[in-house]
């Protein structure tokens, strides 16, 4: 899932779309993935009383710059160009964090993630946010971004 955004995210956004291609060597954006999940209003009965019903939102799946090019604030302008993104959609935005390595070293990359995702209004998933955007759930931390203005559309869980 190297680079996968939505259809007008480049348009709506003025990310260089550059960016947003995937190839042998693309430099600086080693994977950006970033998905509509649709509501399931409208499945079939029988289907939809197996499962909570499910908001509308955008799930953030990764942001991975090249190292060579990290520290230069690529993965900070696509990061506002997510939340500008969702703003201008009216959807929530939510993410599993996991930092990279291993043990140690991973969750201190983890914390650091945490505190760079809150500075563009990211807050801790509480279960409501997990079970309305169906959340995949994470050994670390799931963080959700709510639009200024959002109401949810499904009040009962």
């Known amino acids: 899932m190297p680079v996968d955004v ?47 019903p499910i908001e509308s939102s955008l799930k953030l799946h990764d942001i991975v710059i090249d190292e060579q090019d990290r520290g230069k604030g690529i993965g900070s302008k696509l990061l506002d160009a997510v939340v500008r993104y969702a703003d201008i959609k009216g959807l929530p935005v939510w993410m599993c964090v996991v930092g990279e390595g291993q043990g140690t070293q991973e969750v201190m990359n983890t914390v650091r993630l945490v505190s760079w995702y809150k500075r563009y209004g990211f807050e801790k998933a509480d279960e409501l946010a997990q079970r309305r955007f169906d959340m995949d759930r994470c050994r670390n931390e799931e963080m959700v971004r709510y639009p200024n203005g959002w109401v949810p559309s499904l009040t009962e869980f």
Do not use: Q
């Not at 348009?11 to 060597?25: Q, R, S």
């Open 6 to 52: 939505p259809a007008d995210f480049a348009e709506l956004t003025g990310v260089d779309e550059k960016w947003l291609v995937h190839g042998w060597d693309t430099r600086p954006v080693e994977t950006f993935s970033f998905t509509k999940r649709p509501s399931d209003r409208g499945l079939p009965e029988h289907l939809a009383r197996y499962r909570l």
